[in-house]
């Protein structure tokens, strides 16, 4: 989550990039932005509201925008790419996914000191990613049953329509490479990984170990490959009437086996709960009705689901890793956290469970 020093250097700046914007807004006067409103986000950028206004010919316009900017640590990972964002919005801007609308990319450091971009905002509710967590508090937290059912498959939906697109029809941002097959997607991830882990140097990490050479070992051969989110959980969506009507956060999107977001979905629903010493809400459905709302949706069976569970209890474990590596020295954590905490645990019962 952005601190106020973040939020702070990016309001004084914020005369900058009205100059940046009136260069971009032809015939353009009087632009200005309402000063920023910090907006909860997660640890990678930082996120504020702001309205845009300017007056041209036709008359004085208004629009309602977020900005997203990397913070000045660099973000999550240590290759940090916030430009992935907004090219991956940007290609799904008219396949009916319901992302928000990009609007520009702020690539000239002296404008705001690091790179950002300008999107629509959305409005309508966004699940809680504060404790007690979705499970505890907030909209679903809130809902009848009934709503949350209908908020929760409303999520699988969307993420079956993103599945169902044909990449050959998306102008892919170079930066999203695209694997020969899913097996070689699935090996470039389990690289990935691998090299984030070797780069945080925190320690041996047994179970991430373990859990690499087992999933090498076992990369199952997709005929499928798909855009996928990456991120996909509640947090990460915008409700209206209890549809999806944003779909947020693409920094972990990725080109292959689409199973890995169900899976995913699938695990932070149970994380979640158990973080925060929760019940899970009564009433959401079961992994397996999800898989079968899933299924419906596209036409085609999900497959390999325990070995991408086992993939992205690795992610999840992983990013927890770097999280602790890319933290600032003021921010401790627990003696043995990296060995012992809900996501490594819950890697650790899925390899023994399926080993």
Not at 21 to 48: C, H, K, Q, R
């Amino acid at each position: 989550m952005a601190n106020q020093e973040d939020v702070a250097l990016l309001e004084s700046r914020r005369r900058r990039l009205e100059r940046w914007l009136a260069e971009m807004l032809p015939n353009a006067a009087d632009v200005s932005l309402s000063s920023f409103t910090p907006v909860p986000s997660g640890f990678s950028n930082i996120t504020v509201f702001t309205d845009l206004r300017w007056r041209d010919a036709s008359g004085v316009h208004e629009q309602e925008l977020v900005l997203r900017a990397q913070p000045a640590q660099g973000g999550l990972f240590p290759d940090y790419d916030l430009r992935l964002q907004y090219d991956v919005m940007a290609c799904l801007q008219h396949t009916g996914i319901p992302v928000p609308k990009v609007a520009w990319f702020v690539d000239d450091p002296d404008v705001l000191g690091a790179p950002a971009f300008l999107m629509r905002r959305v409005h309508g509710e966004v699940a809680s990613g504060f404790r007690p967590g979705f499970h505890g508090h907030g909209l679903f937290f809130d809902a009848s049953i009934e709503r949350r059912r209908r908020m929760w498959f409303a999520a699988v939906d969307a993420m079956a329509s993103l599945h169902s697109l044909q990449l050959d029809a998306l102008e892919l941002p170079s930066s999203l490479q695209r694997q020969a097959t899913s097996a070689d997607a699935v090996r470039a991830m389990l690289d990935l990984i691998e090299g984030q882990l070797d780069w945080a140097a925190l320690g041996p990490l047994p179970i991430l170990r373990e859990a690499l050479a087992f999933l090498r070992e076992r990369v199952p051969v997709e005929a499928r490959a798909a855009l996928c989110w990456g991120d996909p959980r509640p947090g990460n969506i915008v409700y209206r009437d209890d549809q999806v009507a944003g779909v947020l956060d693409w920094e972990l999107a990725y080109v292959g086996p689409p199973e890995g977001d169900i899976a995913y979905f699938l695990l932070v629903d149970e994380v979640v709960a158990e973080l925060n010493d929760v019940p899970r809400l009564p009433g959401l459905p079961e992994a397996a009705e999800t898989v079968a709302r899933y299924e419906q949706r596209t036409g085609l069976p999900v497959r390999n689901l325990e070995f991408h569970s086992i993939l992205q209890a690795l992610r999840m474990a992983a990013m927890l890793v770097l999280t602790v590596r890319l933290s600032p020295p003021q921010l401790a954590f627990p003696p043995g956290y990296l060995t012992e905490n809900i996501p490594t645990r819950r890697l650790a019962a899925l390899l023994h469970t399926h080993a």
